[in-house]
Antibody, heavy 122, light 113 residues
Framework: EVQLVESGGVVVQPGGSLRLSCAAS????????MHWVRETPGKGLQWVSL????????YYADFVRGRFTVSRDNTENSLFLQLNSLRPEDTAFYYC???????????????WGQGSLVTVSS | DIVMTQSPDSLAVSVGERVTMSCKSS????????????LSWFQKKPGQPPKLLIS???TRESGVPDRFTGSGSGTDFTLTISSLQAEDVAVYYC??????????FGPGTKLHI
């Protein structure tokens, strides 16, 4: 059974930083690209970032480029998202999402974690 | 960016009713070399993560009831629930994965009884 378990969501002040983690199990982690997707009441689902199976390729949404960094540790079956220079509008549930392919482009997203809440507020 | 739009925004439904909802993309999602449409449908219930129902516009995922059907091609797509069950009340999102720069979701169609 595929399981994705996010952690690291906290309340942080504007301008602050945090690191989200996602522990993966139940599939061959290093064979698949992974994504971060966030959900807010106002904007629904927004794709945030993609990392290919071997970490050679990363993509970011314009609204996080230069502030967020995605990474993975295939030896530990883990995905990470470093969030810097946080803004109130970054407040959201952040989901770790598995891709059906390795490169991350042109394949459906299939499994989603339960999400981790990031709140940016003073 | 490929812009995804959905209609209606919300829909009042009854158990047993046939439900249809629309998703439109600003660009063609049909790749001519493999004749596949790069579109998914997700079901989102409160407190739960999105669940993939349909990929490639019409391929139902394993375990998804056959009352869910995806159709359409190019820029116009439809999700149909043939006979609504109470547990189908949710928000339904379409998403394109044709272009990674960026991947985009529709705003959702909310079903309510």
């Amino acid at each position: 059974e595929v399981q994705l378990v996010e952690s690291g969501g906290v309340v942080v002040q504007p301008g602050g930083s945090l690191r989200l983690s996602c522990a993966a199990s139940g599939f061959t982690f290093d064979a698949y690209a992974m994504h971060w997707v966030r959900e807010t009441p106002g904007k629904g689902l927004q794709w945030v970032s993609l990392i290919s199976s071997d970490a050679s390729t990363t993509y970011y949404a314009d609204f996080v480029r230069g502030r967020f960094t995605v990474s993975r540790d295939n030896t530990e079956n883990s995905l990470f998202l470093q969030l810097n220079s946080l803004r109130p509008e970054d407040t959201a549930f952040y989901y770790c999402v598995k891709d059906m392919g390795a490169g991350g482009s042109g394949w459906p997203f299939d499994y989603w974690g339960q999400g981790s809440l990031v709140t940016v507020s003073s | 960016d490929i812009v995804m739009t959905q209609s209606p925004d919300s829909l009042a439904v009854s158990v047993g009713e046939r439900v249809t909802m629309s998703c439109k993309s600003s660009q063609n999602l049909l790749y001519s070399l493999n004749n596949k449409n790069y579109l998914s449908w997700f079901q989102k219930k409160p407190g739960q993560p999105p669940k993939l129902l349909i990929s490639w516009a019409s391929t139902r995922e394993s375990g998804v009831p056959d009352r869910f059907t995806g159709s359409g091609s190019g820029t116009d797509f439809t999700l149909t629930i043939s006979s609504l069950q109470a547990e189908d009340v949710a928000v339904y999102y379409c998403q394109q994965y044709f272009s990674a720069l960026p991947f985009t979701f529709g705003p959702g169609t909310k079903l309510h009884i």
